[in-house]
């Protein structure tokens, strides 16, 4: 039978995903500073295996026999999701991964060297190779799976996601940012004149971070049997769902920013851990992309861990866990006023919760007209503030360091990512609002820490379903309606709007 051939040729690449994954993370904690060159070699060995066995000519006729015998619903999406992943792997030749791999990290090299000088003209022509190549990829992707150009891209993050819907809510979305933005600034401002923001008293012990960040975790519903804490440079959720791999870094001066941290990989990890385990060898068993997988670390950042009913239940555990003298006379208030505090900013990753999505909106706009031609590389800097300008208000025209240099995704050649990051926040509080629906008291359930039949009802929604239905299909059925704008900025205008 050819499904029990891919069947078994799930079980070879999840093996092999698993020790790449493993690798990966321990590359990032734990391995010793000599370790670099032999573990890039079997990495990259590992990784080639990987390529060959998933890309091997005969899957293509396996797939084909598989769809004409008798299996029953979830092999036979099981097939549709192995059919996709084959696309996704062969569509590109070896020569031009080859010369793809080659630009971007020479591209990425350099802007680690070239960002922190601002030296956008000498980073320029490493740039444009690497849009010349996407440009290549797009239609290389859009030949092969009938796509429009940049949709064959997010299509890779996000399957299902399309321009055409996505055009539609970001529009919408920012359209009530650009007036909101100034609101609750201006609510902001009233509320810290009556109750002004307050001095952290640090230094916090790492070792006492480190406990609050794993009380927190366990309480949120992390399975340590099935997971861990380390520290690296920077935070990330790895491994496998049944080794789930989390890290956070610590600054001693102030113990907020890793708590939101590990709670925002905690929501990662989550989704990996409640992932169906009989499937775990298929495509199908995957998580469903970068966008739905970003609703779940937001869920749980921004929509229980910056509420104030989280904080009635978290408050006590600091006191508990970092002393009485961690927080000297602060109260729910202060927490939020430190954790969602809203400033117009230049850099995407440290912005806030309502000010996020304009940064990923002008990248989004911005790919898009790269992809398409429409814009040249040379031409960035000038449309990037152009945006920025509109969108928020600050210039970065002379300072390409904190404006289109800011992020690793243009050297590393990652376009269509960007959007994932704000479907996810979206994603989030249409999940949340479809959640209190089915569970009126679920905001008694946050202020007493009990976080059960919350996840049990993602689990129900979203995990469960891993890679059942694309992006858009599985918001419909969790929700009861396509993605819709109008949660997110009702959960913004409930929260900043005063």
Known sequence: MSFQKLDELGRKLESLEHAISILGADEATHMAVGGGEKRAEAMSNLAGMYHAQATAPQIADWIESAKSEDLDDDQRRAVGEFERSYVNAT????????????????????????RPKGDWDSFLPALEGVIALVREEAALRSAATGLAAYDALMDQYDPGNRTADIDTVFADLKSFLKDFVPTALSVQERRLAQHPRKPLHGPYPIEKQRELGLAAMRAVGFDFTHGSLAVSHHPFCGGVPTDVRMTTRYRTDEFLTSLMGVLHETGHALYEQGLP???????????RGMGMHESQSLFVEMQLARSPEFWEFMLPLVHQHMGDQAIPGW????????????????????????????????????????????????????????????????????????????????????????????????????????????????????RQGDFTAINQWRADKVWNEASRYTTPELITRATGEPLNADYFKAHLKARYGG
């Open 91 to 114: 569509c590109l030749p070896t020569e031009f991964v080859q010369r793809r791999t080659a630009a971007t990290m020479r591209s990425e090299q350099l802007w680690r060297d070239l």
């Open 277 to 287: 385990k009989q499937w775990s060898h298929w495509p199908l068993g995957k998580a």
């Open 331 to 446: 109260d729910i208030a202060d927490v939020l006023n430190e954790v969602n505090f809203v400033e117009r900013g230049y850099i995407r990753v440290d912005a806030d919760e309502v000010t996020y999505p304009l940064h990923v909106i002008l990248r989004y706009e911005l790919e898009q007209d790269l992809v398409s031609g429409k814009l040249e590389a040379s031409q960035i800097p000038e449309a990037w503030d152009a945006k920025m300008t509109e969108y928020l208000g600050i210039s970065t025209i002379n300072d390409p360091k904190d404006g289109p240099m800011q992020d690793v995704h243009w050297p590393g050649g990652a376009f269509g990512y960007f959007p994932s990051y704000t479907l996810g926040a979206m994603i989030a509080a249409q999940l949340s609002a479809a959640m209190q629906k089915d569970l009126p008291d679920m905001r008694d359930q946050i």
